[in-house]
Every structure is written in C-alpha cells, then in structure tokens.
C-alpha cells in the first residue's frame, strides 16, 4: 500500500536486534537527506517498563525485567532519527498492542504500550489501541487495526485525521478496542488528495507554486526510487560477498576435514602394523630412549628427554608448550605429531586432564603472556600463557579451554588464535 502511495519502501520482516537498529539508523539518515514525509510503520510485540515503550525483536533473550533495555529497541530511537531529520512531518503506526510474553517473570506487569509525551513537532502518532490497553490479533493476515487502515488510507479526499477517526470507528465496531492517536501537525496532509484537496501542508499557494511544488515532488520520487534500486543493488553485493566469504570458509573445512581423515587412515596403518610386529610390548614399537630423572616437584617427576610425569594421574607432559598464539586447528595437529621423548601417541588434552594439572600450590610468573603475569602449575612445565585449548569442539565451531591464570574454563571460538597454547599429553605405560 504505501509503494502505492509513491512512499519509498524499506521492508523488514522477523529482523533481529541487530538489523531492526541498523534499518531505524538508516532510516534517519534516508529521512535526513531526502527531508520528504517519514513513516514508520512496527506490527509485532511491544512492551512497556516504567512508562517506556520497547519493540521486540525475534532473538530477544529474556529472562527477566532488566534485560529488555539491552535486547529491544526504545521506541524513542525512532522519534529521535525523526526529529534529527528536521523533515517537517513524521507518522508513527504501532501496531504492537499485545499482551507482554514475559509477564511471568516481571517484577512490574503492565499491559499494552505507554502513550508517548514528548514526540518532536510536526509528528502524528497512531497506536491500534489505547494507553495500557491490548490489542486483538484477528484471524486474517492481518490485524483489524491494520485492515481497517488499509480499507481507508488510498481513499481520496481524506486528511491523515479522517483516515484514523474512520480506523478508529470501524476497529471499535468490529472489536470494541479503540485506536488512539497523538497528533502536534500544524496542518492537513492527504495520502491521496482530491480534486478540491489542499496539495501542501498548512498553505493556500496559488497555481504556480502548486504546480512547481509537484514537480519537485515528482522529481524527488524519481531520486527516491533510484536511491531504493542502488540500495537494492549494493545489498546484493554485500550478500554475494558474504557468500563468498561463507564458500572459502567451508573450503577451508574441507581441507581440514580432508587432513583429519588422511591422519586417521595412517595411524589406523600404523596401529595395524605395530599390533603384527610388537603386539606384546608397545614401549619398543615406540623405541623410548634410556632417560633419567632431572628433578622433582612434589608428585611431578621431570625426566631428561623433555616430559613431566604427574604420579597421580598416570599422564606424561610436555615439558613446554608451542610457545605462540595458535588456534585451535593448528593446535591439534600440533600435539598429534609431538614427537617428544620418542613416543608417537601424544595427543591434545581433555578439559578434565588440564583441570588435574592446575597446581594450585605453586604461583609463578609466565615468560610472554601479556594479559596475565602469573599461572598456577609446577615449575617444570614451562607454560608461556596460561590459556591451554582442550580436545572437545563438538559443534565445529567452539572449542573448550583452560585458564591457568585462574583454574577456570571456557569455550571460545575454534579460529581464535591470541593467548591460546598447546600442550601435548600422552597416557604413561606403566
């Protein structure tokens, strides 16, 4: 309807917190240049707190009162583009209404919207019913409130006034709800003027200036409508960009995955192999050098070929770690082919297996972290940050951590490489 009415259309449909803000902030900025008649119009949920109203996007997450502030928009942001704009005339349509879904966890349960007191000049608000009030959804495609302004807005003749006292008086027949409206217009405006209709707002101008003013107008539609199409066309090269990006990622996937497999079929190889040639002594198939013992540390033995074995667990170390910033990719790869001390099977530790190697007895600066000076582990393994990345990365994208900074644990992204650390662990032949 409002392309009908030679409006400039931007159409959001089920948008996240992200993108409703990013599109009310590109609104302004279109309203701004273009300094033509704004209209913003929002069908969906609507809360108030503390007489404030907030539109909810789909991803909203929340749980309780306080968190509507941070995963909804105040409707006050899109008065304020309006008013930034200095454009002159500005409608708001809400059609938002509806009982709070979050009621049960809310301290402070009021229903419907507050009506809003402080919108700019020249600004027409429309809600589909009054203050602290909902609205009915309707069985139809759309709501009555927004049925009834579709029946009435491309009629001729009518000003912005007449349009809604018709809404109103047909949405309450049908439902016995009431639109209500807060107007600061300084004049009549039309969707569609008649043959009599005043052509501006608020003026008498003769037939000249009439006629001038509708060709700017015309022209102005044509700027607008070429605006839309290199918006359109810019849209589709971000989309086709990201897409892009998305195709090298998953190459890279591939890649890896590919690799992962290929290591796999080896060691399978190599396990079949050893089981022919030494199935009774796995310590000779790994052709262990002589070592002797360098010092202890309590239950932690250090040993001259470069590992550390921790008595209580049974689990041999790395004496050191990469030594830099890794991601989580690089990192497995990294402990799989450790060779350290002649063994082939050391492998990337599990969060349980780091969280047993937190030695919280013995605090000692590390030698290259910047974000934290000191870590909590025996003094012979050195450790150059604390961040150790674990085993599990079930959803491909998130791996788990430790910090031995603190003794806790994390996940973050697997691509990650600032902090994070690899230490290869292997299980002791006893």
């Given amino acids: 309807m409002l392309k009908k009415l030679v409006f400039s259309v931007t159409l959001r449909q089920n948008a996240k917190l992200q993108e409703m803000d990013e599109s009310i902030r590109e609104f302004g900025k279109r309203l701004k240049k273009t300094r033509g008649v704004g209209l913003f119009y929002y069908a969906g949920h609507g809360v108030q707190i503390g007489g404030v109203n907030y539109l909810l996007p789909v991803n909203a997450r929340i749980e309780k009162e306080s968190d509507v502030r941070f995963q909804s928009i105040n409707a006050d942001t899109v008065l304020a583009e309006m008013e930034n704009a200095e ?28 009506i809003i007191s402080n919108a700019p000049s020249g600004t027409f608000i429309s809600y ?47 439902t016995g709800q009431i639109p209500w409206e807060l107007s600061s217009l300084e004049g009549d405006f039309y969707f569609v003027p008649g043959s009599e209709s005043k052509k501006t707002i608020g003026t008498n101008a003769p037939t000249k200036t009439s006629m001038m003013l509708e060709n700017l107008k015309a022209e102005n539609r ?41 290591a796999e079929r080896k060691a399978a190889e190599n396990r079949k192999q050893a089981k022919k040639t030494q199935a009774s002594d796995t310590l000779k198939n ?3 050098p002589v070592v002797t013992e360098t010092r202890r540390d309590e239950r932690f033995i250090g040993y001259t070929n470069g590992t550390v074995l921790d008595t209580w667990t049974n689990l041999m170390w790395a004496a050191k770690d990469n030594g830099s910033d890794i991601n989580w990719y690089d990192a497995k790869k990294y402990c799989e082919s450790y060779r350290g001390g002649g063994y082939i099977d050391w492998r990337m530790p599990t969060i349980d297996e780091l969280r047993a190697l937190y030695y919280k ?17 025996t003094s012979l393994i050195d450790l150059s940050c604390g961040w150790v990345w674990a085993s599990t990365a079930n959803d491909g994208v998130m791996a788990n951590f430790f910090i031995y900074h603190t003794g806790h644990f994390g996940r973050y992204y697997i691509s990650n490489t600032q902090f994070f650390r690899a230490l290869p662990v292997r299980v002791n032949a006893k």
């Fill in 222 to 262: 044509k700027l607008e409508e070429e605006q839309r199409r290199l918006e359109e066309e810019k849209a589709l090269f971000a989309k086709k960009k990201a897409l892009e990006e998305k195709r090298k990622k998953i190459e890279i996937e591939k890649e890896y995955l590919k690799s992962l497999q290929e």
């Fill in 286 to 288: 790994q052709e262990v």
């Fill in 361 to 377: 007895s013995a605090l000692r600066p590390t030698k290259q972290c910047e974000r934290y000076q000191s870590i909590y582990l």
């Fill in 128 to 174: 589909s019913t009054g203050a602290n009030q909902v609205a009915r959804d309707g069985d139809g495609e759309n709501s009555p409130y927004t049925q009834a302004l579709l029946e009435y807005m491309d009629k001729p003749g009518l000003t912005l006034n007449n349009v809604f006292m018709n809404v109103r008086s047909k949405v309450k027949k049908e």
């Fill in 87 to 114: 454009n002159g005339l500005n409608i708001v349509i809400l059609d938002a209404c509806r009982d709070n879904p979050f009621s049960r966890s809310f301290r402070n349960v009021t229903r419907g919207l507050a």
